[in-house]
């Protein structure tokens, strides 16, 4: 089993940036692939970040290119989300999720945490 507790959302400005933190426990070796995602009302769940342990080489969505940045600290079993350039497109409930296969359904998600751009 994992747990994921996600943390840092909160109300910004556009233009502005947060950090998000997932932190992980337990079965360690299950968050082999940790992502972000985010879902907004009335919208479908979206990948924003995803990295491979395997490589370190982060996957991003094209709506976030160049303004998001995912880091994991192993040593901390905590993923990051680095969020800059915030807009208002942005506001959503962001969770992470964990998985020990890449390329499969994620089987372990946090609670979330809201993040909101106002304009």
């Known amino acids: 089993q994992v747990q994921l507790m996600e943390s840092g959302g909160g109300s910004v400005q556009a233009g502005g940036s947060l950090r998000l933190s997932c932190a992980a426990s337990?079965?360690?070796?299950?968050?082999?692939?940790m992502g972000w995602f985010r879902q907004a009302p009335g919208k479908e769940r979206e990948m924003v970040a995803r990295?491979?342990?395997?490589?370190?080489?982060?996957v991003y969505a094209d709506s976030v290119k160049g303004r998001f940045t995912i880091t994991r600290d192993y040593a901390k079993n905590t993923l990051y989300l680095q969020m800059n350039i915030l807009k208002p497109e942005d506001t959503a409930m962001y969770s992470c999720?964990?998985?020990?296969?890449?390329?499969?359904?994620?089987?372990?998600w946090g609670q979330g945490t809201q993040v909101t751009v106002s304009s």
């Open positions: 999720a964990a998985n020990p296969f890449c390329g499969a359904e994620y089987q372990y």
């Open positions: 337990g079965y360690m070796h299950s968050t082999h692939c």
């Open positions: 990295v491979d342990a395997s490589h370190d080489i982060p």
